[in-house]
């Protein structure tokens, strides 16, 4: 896929962007392409890049005495960063890895800061882009607190019915917060009442 595809479909998906921010976004920002289980960002470093995800998929997640804990997952038409590090220009407490062979449009910290400051459509992209994550996040924070483990993987699956075909059952056992064996129970449909 191009890159003026790339842009055009964020521009017809998040908000209408000018022709002059899309050329100044074509200028600053790259298609890359990686494996699945890359890692983009590691734990403790600085991340200065925000990206959109053009296919594939990808997790965050932390580590707590020695385990994964996956806190997000991102799929085609996201955009993803380490965002503790991103805005606050700090290590970050997250790993962000690739769950699929996955396409991206990279984007840096400065490109992002300078297409806000010239292009007001470019800031209203980003306002979007940050409210749609807090929402995400509101509805993740609303399933830990209220939510049996049963009511997170029915939720998850009725927001993303391909995730048992594109992520890994131990990952989606440590997002809704049980063992891989608890979900094995979930999953089975002789142990549900």
């Not at 392409?33 to 998929?57: C, H, N, P, R, W």
């Not at 994964?68 to 890895?97: K, L, M, Q």
């Not at 991206?104 to 409210?131: M, N, P, W, Y």
């Amino acid at each position: 896929m191009y890159i003026e595809q790339i842009i055009e479909t964020i521009s017809a998906t998040y908000v209408t962007l000018t022709d002059d921010c899309k050329d100044d976004l074509k200028r600053g920002a790259k298609v890359l392409m990686f494996d699945k289980e890359t890692v983009l960002v590691k734990e403790g470093q600085f991340a200065d890049k925000l990206y959109f995800i053009i296919s594939g998929s990808a997790r965050a997640y932390y580590t707590k005495n020695g385990k994964d804990i996956t806190d997000w997952f991102a799929f085609e038409g996201d955009f993803v960063s380490a965002i503790d590090s991103f805005f606050r220009d700090g290590p970050t407490i997250y790993n962000i890895e690739l769950l699929e062979p996955t396409t991206l449009l990279q984007i840096s910290r400065e490109t992002v800061l300078a297409l806000s400051d010239k292009h007001h459509c470019f800031e209203k992209l980003g306002g979007i882009a940050v409210t749609k994550t807090m929402l995400k996040l509101r509805e993740r924070v609303v399933s830990i607190q209220f939510e049996s483990a049963s009511q997170k993987y029915k939720s998850l699956l009725n927001t993303r019915p391909d995730i048992i075909q594109r992520v890994q059952l131990t990952h989606i056992a440590s997002y809704i917060g049980v063992t891989l064996e608890t979900l094995s129970r979930i999953r089975n449909p002789k142990y549900r009442i």
